[in-house]
């Protein structure tokens, strides 16, 4: 199984920077995910990694670190829409996503 | 427009009826799943399919049922509904079970048992 460990809330100023951060302890390893989710809505993807290292993806960027079970996702020039929920998931080798509780990030202006 | 789709939008249920929740997908994934989501304890997989005419028990399977007749729908059944159910119920499809393949989520299901 899985026990993944988020911060659960963080509050971050307009045109800011939020490291959000992500522990995990697995039997097997298959992957990171990072969704946003926008209270009251569904989740949707921000990005994946499997390999070590950043993926930039415009203003949000991911970084893992296998052997460290490590992750964040990075959030740049903070905007009020992205005052939601973020959440850390990591995939097994059975292909199951195991989700944390989620961090609720809300950005003041 | 391609997506996912669950009915109902919400529901509440008395404690010991059956309830199925219908998910359907058009952009032929082979993936499928069913979350709960619960205040502070994020989603947790009840089952999954990773392809049509399989299905696989997630974290938390017990009292709820599945079926994959088709690469499409993905119904999930509580045969005796218990107040413990009381949740958001969301469904998600992945072109794939692995690889970089994401999940997208429909709307969601709120269910209430009383």
């Known amino acids: 199984g899985q026990n993944i460990d988020q911060p659960t809330e963080m509050t971050a100023t307009e045109g800011a920077i939020v490291q959000i951060n992500c522990t995990y302890q697995?039997?097997?390893?298959?992957?990171l995910f990072w969704y946003q989710q926008h209270a009251g809505e569904a989740p949707t993807f921000l990005s994946y990694?499997?390999?070590?290292g950043l993926e930039e993806k415009g203003r949000f960027s991911s970084f893992l670190s296998r052997s460290k079970g490590y992750s964040y996702l990075l959030l740049k020039e903070l905007q009020m829409k992205d005052s939601a929920s973020y959440l850390c998931?990591?995939?097994?080798?059975?292909?199951?996503?195991?989700f944390g509780a989620g961090t609720t990030v809300t950005v003041r202006a | 427009i391609a997506g996912i789709t669950q009915a109902p939008t919400s529901q509440i249920l008395a404690a010991g009826r059956r309830m199925t929740l219908r998910c359907t997908q058009d952009?032929?994934?082979?993936?499928m799943y069913w979350y709960r989501q619960d205040l502070g304890l994020g989603l947790r997989l009840i089952h999954y399919?990773?392809?049509?005419?399989?299905?696989g028990k997630g974290e938390v399977p017990d009292g709820y049922s599945v079926s994959r007749a088709n690469t499409d729908d993905f119904p999930l059944t509580l045969a005796s509904a218990v107040p413990s159910q009381t949740s958001v119920y969301f469904c998600?499809?992945?072109?794939?079970?692995?690889?970089?393949?994401?999940?997208?989520f429909g709307p969601g299901t709120r269910l209430t048992v009383l």
């Open positions: 998600a499809s992945s072109e794939e079970a692995g690889g970089p393949s994401e999940q997208f």
């Open positions: 697995t039997s097997g390893f298959n992957g």
């Open positions: 990694n499997v390999l070590d």
């Open positions: 998931a990591v995939r097994d080798t059975d292909y199951k996503l195991s």
């Open positions: 952009m032929r994934h082979n993936a």
């Open positions: 399919s990773n392809t049509a005419g399989t299905t």
